[in-house]
């Protein structure tokens, strides 16, 4: 029986009648010759591909006589595999990159090659199931579709604290709130006693470089909020407008010690932090938000793709408007008349 063509296809067929006295002449085999060079075009959106019935398979059994000792077989005449397609993905799997000192597994997934590098960091807090399976599903949506999605080259940090997902506690196993053990400099410092975690973004950072470092957490309550270094400003604010976010300009907005300070004050890379309410469904996740964090991570505006052609330039610039900053004695406070923010990075009882 015939195969049907994908249902999103386009197709014509040109075909002559079936019918044997056509060929008055003709044997079988010819009539099948025949029939196999009718020309079946198929037009797909994504492309063109040649979609053949069974019934018209090649004449092969055309150019040799049939053997009565063997059945005759019907083949397709391209048996080699076309050049340009696609091969898929080999399955996903987490790696494991390192463990806590408890023994917990920290789970990484590098995906694509060159483009724009981004660093998506899961839940600093650990007990956040919102969090981790909005990292999960953006994980898998990437290895899935990195073939087609092209100009990506994102690495990603299940969670930066198993021992708490494991324990459902926003602490690790030593009882240390991660997102306050970063230094507050941008900085990574050299020596200095800090959390296996910590130590563990941080390596992570030197091996990948990152432009963009995306980390993905909950808030208390039912609006969500969107906070950004200024490299990252106009891809935030689009974002949070699309979900009805609230939108908070980095390092401001955080108290020193966070991740969020931390990145916000390096000059070689932006930071976005996504924290999107706690009271949502972990099953709902994905279609709420998932397009929004894409967004984030195949940014295609100017501004992204610039700072991915022209880091050095950036790199300098940002470098310079630090030194001026800390020489005269700015110091980035937290907004405190707007506690949202801090319940983010602030540990959790």
């Known amino acids: 029986m015939a195969q049907s063509p994908p249902a999103a296809a386009r197709f014509h067929v ?23 060079g009718l020309l079946i075009a198929v037009s797909l959106s994504a492309g063109c ?6 019934s018209l398979h090649t004449a092969s059994r055309a150019d040799k006589p ?12 391209a048996t080699g ?46 007990h956040d199931p919102a969090a981790v399976r909005l990292t999960e599903k953006v994980a898998r949506y990437l290895h899935r579709n990195q073939a087609i999605l092209g100009g990506i080259f994102v690495r990603v940090i299940r969670t930066l604290n198993p021992d708490g997902q494991q324990r459902r506690q ?11 053990r970063f230094p507050s400099d941008g900085r990574i410092p050299a020596g200095q006693s800090l959390p296996k975690e910590v130590q563990f973004l941080f390596r992570q950072v ?23 270094s200024p490299g990252a400003a106009e891809s935030a604010r689009d974002a949070a407008q699309w979900l009805g976010f609230r939108l908070k300009s980095l390092p401001d907005a955080v108290r020193d010690g966070t991740l969020e300070a931390w990145a916000a004050r390096r000059p070689d890379c932006d930071m976005i932090t996504v924290a999107i309410p ?13 397009d929004a964090i894409l967004s984030l991570l195949l940014d295609g505006s100017a501004d992204s793709r610039r ?43």
């Open 14 to 36: 040109i075909a002559a009648p079936h019918r044997t006295d056509l060929f008055p002449d003709t044997s079988r085999r010819k009539h099948r010759a025949v029939a196999a």
């Open 49 to 54: 591909a040649a979609f053949v019935p069974s």
């Open 206 to 228: 030197q091996d990948l470089k990152p432009q963009r470092i995306l980390h993905l957490r909950t808030i208390p309550g039912d609006q969500g909020l969107i906070a950004a």
């Open 66 to 77: 049939a053997s009565s000792d063997a059945p005759p077989t019907d083949r397709i005449a």
């Open 278 to 290: 706690a009271s949502t469904d972990p099953g709902d996740v994905w279609p709420l938000y998932g």
């Open 81 to 126: 595999q076309p050049r340009g397609l696609l091969t898929a993905a080999p399955p996903f799997a987490w790696q494991t990159g390192g463990r806590t000192d408890a023994g917990q597994p920290l789970e990484i997934v590098t995906i694509g090659r060159g483009g724009f590098r981004t660093l998506l960091v899961g839940s600093v807090g650990g």
């Open 170 to 180: 926003y602490t690790n196993a030593d009882r240390i709130y991660l997102n306050s």
């Open 307 to 349: 700072m991915a052609r022209e880091q050095e330039h950036r790199q300098a610039r940002q470098a310079q408007r630090f030194r001026r900053s800390r020489a005269a004695g700015s110091a980035a406070g937290s907004f405190h008349d707007d506690t949202a923010f801090d319940e983010v990075t602030a540990p959790r009882e």
